[in-house]
């Protein structure tokens, strides 16, 4: 289901993760592949892109999932028609090839020509290519060099001089993709191409995560996903990729929630607000408070009653310097069987 923003402005959300990862990774975890494919369409993914090299790894694909293809030759047409896939992407040097297109349309395939766009100049040039008429859509890939809002004028003025629908394929080299594919829902443009994580072999693209998130929390669209299976999605992706993912990765980040410093403990305890966009649960986290070299007497009082004990903020101080010094042994946070084992180490329990 595309995101909604208001009565008829829907987006339709194209993820390429799968371009990007080696087939080689994933090739022996079809169920994995599979069961991802379908957490992403859970959480908001209207389109998934593959290409040949998935075909081979999953040759069967499952039913209730809608593909894009990229052909990077005349047979993935016919892979397009083997496999029921409708959609597919031509790469900007496929473009010239109208016998090609003029296969897919015969199919019934619908056809997104992709072109690069590194300035704000080249979104005025695109008109210019041959055979744009005969696609049904165009994605405008890279982006990440322009800098300035008239882009989006432009893309618009393109959309509406072809009469076909732009998509928006934003790269990260500046670490501002997922801005300008916010940016481009904020302003009315009704496709975009994003990757999980923001994954992508050379510069990386919109984060897909992160889009949804800042779609619901900042526009306050009608999102009705469940985006609290992203950390199911991060469990398969590190699977299927190989790829860790830091504990402070925004959206997804195991840890993004924890708090520990004395002054946000009592402000997350007052009012969650004063530090969280949103509520954890959004996204399938959980706030937790952490206990470490920066904790303070009342943090450790508050952990202390989590764990089942009630004391005093005195008999807190008392620990506290112990508390510190493990965490800074340790150079981690303390494990709560660990505060535990302090606690009852004291004398004046005994």
């Known amino acids: 289901m595309p995101i909604t923003l208001g009565k008829n402005n829907r987006v339709t959300v194209i993820d390429r993760t799968f371009i990007e990862i080696p087939p080689k990774k994933y090739t ?18 209207d389109l998934i892109e593959i290409d040949s090299k998935f075909l081979e790894a999953i040759p069967k694909l499952p039913s209730g999932l809608v593909y894009l293809l990229r052909c990077n030759s005349k047979e993935d047409v016919l892979r397009c028609v ?74 618009k003025k393109l959309s509406k001089n072809l009469n076909k629908v732009i998509n928006i394929c934003p790269q990260n080299m500046y670490y501002n993709a997922t801005a300008l594919a916010v940016e481009a829902i904020m302003n009315g443009i009704n496709s975009i191409t994003v990757s999980f994580l923001g994954y992508g072999q050379n510069r990386g693209f919109a984060a897909l995560e992160e889009v949804l998130a800042a779609t619901k929390v900042i526009l306050n669209a009608d999102l009705k996903l469940d985006l609290s299976k992203l950390p199911e999605a991060a ?111 004291l004398e004046f329990i005994r």
Request: one cysteine or more; hydrophobic letters at 35%.
């Open 82 to 155: 083997k496999s029921n896939i409708k959609y597919c992407v031509l790469p900007e040097e496929l473009l010239k090839d109208e016998e090609m297109i003029k296969r897919a349309k015969s199919f019934g395939i619908k056809t997104t020509a992709e072109v690069r766009v590194e300035k704000l100049g080249d979104i005025d040039k695109v008109k210019n290519l041959s055979n744009l008429a005969m696609v049904d859509e165009i994605r405008l890939i890279g982006m990440d060099s322009i800098h300035d809002l008239k882009w989006v004028g432009k893309v």
């Open 28 to 45: 022996k975890k079809r169920l994995e592949t599979i069961y991802f494919c379908w957490i992403l369409k859970g959480i908001g993914v």
């Open 235 to 345: 469990q398969y992706f590190t699977s299927l990729s190989g790829i860790r993912i830091p504990e402070n990765k925004p959206i997804v980040g195991k840890r993004i929630f924890n708090y520990q410093a004395g002054i946000h403990a009592d402000g997350i305890e007052k009012d969650p607000l004063t530090y969280e966009p949103f509520d954890p649960s959004m996204v399938g986290l959980k706030r937790e408070l952490t206990i470490g070299k920066h904790s303070g007497k009342r943090a450790l009082q508050r952990k202390l009653k989590e764990l089942g004990i009630i004391c005093k903020v005195e008999e807190a101080a008392k620990i506290l310097n112990t508390v510190r010094e493990r965490s800074i042994q340790f150079k981690r946070d303390l494990f709560d069987e660990e505060i535990l084992d302090i606690y009852k180490s």
